[in-house]
């Protein structure tokens, strides 16, 4: 198994595991985003394969955090394989992406994991990550909240 990074290209290949993450809820954007993420110098895509397939994608950033005083990188998306899952493909990808937010200047990664996933947070754990405090809150500039 070999992690690399993606190019504009490979949209199409990583594209039925990110249907796979979202539950089909893929908009019309997505695929802006995806080159956005692999030409930008703050993004990066890191496609895991074996044998030629597609087994895991990490979708990842860094950006100014005044909290970090300086950078911090974040895991914005990771799926592995459901088939091939356990056999440390998720942690090569992680690992790699330590390492070029490290390269970044980043003083942390940040993740954000849904309550309800346990797996996600026993990985995150395994690999190091502490929980925060911290809630996350949004305001959808497409759908603002009725209130
Ligand atoms: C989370 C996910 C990416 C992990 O990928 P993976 O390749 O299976 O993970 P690894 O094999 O590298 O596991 C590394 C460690 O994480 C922990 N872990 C992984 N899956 C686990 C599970 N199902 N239950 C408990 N611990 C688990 C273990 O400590 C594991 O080490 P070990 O196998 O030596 O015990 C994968 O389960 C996945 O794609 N889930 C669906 C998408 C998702 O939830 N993404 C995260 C959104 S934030």
Redesign the pocket.
């Known amino acids: 198994m070999s992690i690399r990074s993606g190019r504009t290209s490979d949209y199409n290949l990583g594209l039925p ?1 990110l249907e ?2 979202y539950h089909g809820d893929i908009g019309l954007d997505l695929k802006q985003a995806f080159i956005d993420y692999v030409r930008k110098e703050n993004g990066v895509v890191l496609f ?1 394969e074996d044998a030629g397939k597609v ?2 994608i ?1 979708v990842g950033s860094f950006q100014l955090d005044i909290d970090w005083e300086g950078k911090t990188g974040k ?1 914005d ?6 088939k ?11 690992q790699r992406f330590l390492a070029w937010a490290k390269r970044k200047g980043c003083k942390a990664v940040k ?4 309550r309800e ?4 947070q ?6 190091g990550f502490e929980e925060a405090e911290t809630y996350e809150y949004f305001l959808d500039f497409d759908h603002p909240r009725e209130s």
């Open positions: 595991l796979k993450l895991a087994v895991g990490l895991i998306a990771i799926i592995v394989d459901e091939q899952r356990r056999r440390g493909v998720g942690r090569k990808l992680v993740a954000r994991i849904n996933n346990d797996v996600a026993e990985f995150h754990r395994s690999l």
